[in-house]
Nanobody
Framework: QVHMVESGGGLVQAGGSLRLSCAAS????????MCWFRQAPGKEREFVAG????????VYADSVKGRFTISRDNAKNSVYLQMNTLKPEDTAVYLC????????????????WGRGSQVTVSS
């Protein structure tokens, strides 16, 4: 059983930065892509960014390109999301997830999920 825990969320003013972390335990996620999704109240879960096992391929939602950077440390079984130039519309619960193989933008494909970390951006 894989347990994923996010950290690093909080309240920040527009234009500010936050760094989210997600640590997985229970097994090593060899071969798994790790990704970030977000969900705002009343909205569907939305793909934010993903990275393959080797880190050679990253995918970003258009809404965060140039502002967010995903990275991972396989030795720590962890994935990170550096968020810069935050906007009020980035406010959401951010969840990390893992899927075997390539990055996928549909949440239904993901096998493991964290419980989420709240990010609130004030205007």
């Amino acid at each position: 059983q894989v347990h994923m825990v996010e950290s690093g969320g909080g309240l920040v003013q527009a234009g500010g930065s936050l760094r989210l972390s997600c640590a997985a335990s229970g097994r090593t996620l060899n071969g798994y892509a790790m990704c970030w999704f977000r969900q705002a109240p009343g909205k569907e879960r939305e793909f934010v960014a993903g990275i393959t096992w080797g880190g050679g391929n990253t995918v970003y939602a258009d809404s965060v390109k140039g502002r967010f950077t995903i990275s991972r440390d396989n030795a720590k079984n962890s994935v990170y999301l550096q968020m810069n130039t935050l906007k009020p519309e980035d406010t959401a619960v951010y969840l990390c997830a893992a899927v075997l193989g390539k990055v996928r933008v549909g949440p239904q494909s993901y096998e493991y999920w964290g419980r989420g970390s709240q990010v609130t951006v004030s205007s």
